[in-house]
Every structure is written in C-alpha cells, then in structure tokens.
C-alpha cells in the first residue's frame, strides 16, 4: 500500500468512527471486544487458555481500530503500537 493510501486509509477511520453512527458502533464493539474487562474472565472453563487467546484476538481488533484512528499512531505502514513496533 502506498504512502498516500495509507493515509487515506487513516483518515476513513477516523471518519467513520467519528461519526454519531461510527461512535455507537464503536462503543458496541468496545463492549464485545474487553476495553474495560480482563480477557481472562472465565476461571473455571477446562478451555481457559483457549478463551484467553479468542478473547485476546477480539481486543486486538478494537486496539487496531484505535491505533488507526489516533492521529499519532501507525504514522507508517506496518507500524503498530500493539505489536512493539513490528
């Protein structure tokens, strides 16, 4: 992706989740995707570290649409703040 796509990219994020729409759904997938809550939320399942790891990739989604939308974050293609830079 191009410099300049990315950008773009960036910027309709935060178009979108700015919007009175985007900021509902956003709130919606804050609430599915552990903003608040530990992802270790279910002590006693056989499968814990199974939920863990499904949970942990929900939050990754809702950590990446912030990223995008922060005017600071991912300045460049590849670059994430949730990964240690990678």
Do not use: W
Not at 11 to 39: A, Q, V, W
Not at 54 to 82: C, D, F, W, Y
């Amino acid at each position: 992706m191009t410099p300049d796509k990315y950008k773009q990219l960036k910027k309709d994020y935060m178009d979108l989740f700015n919007s009175p729409l985007g900021k509902k759904i956003l709130l919606d997938i804050e609430n599915h995707c552990y903003k608040r809550d530990t992802t270790d939320n279910d002590l006693l399942s056989p499968n814990r570290v199974n939920v863990i790891i499904l949970n942990e990739g929900k939050r990754q989604v809702l950590l990446h649409i912030e990223t995008m939308m922060s005017p600071e974050g991912m300045e460049t293609q590849g670059a994430s703040n949730t990964e240690g830079g990678k």
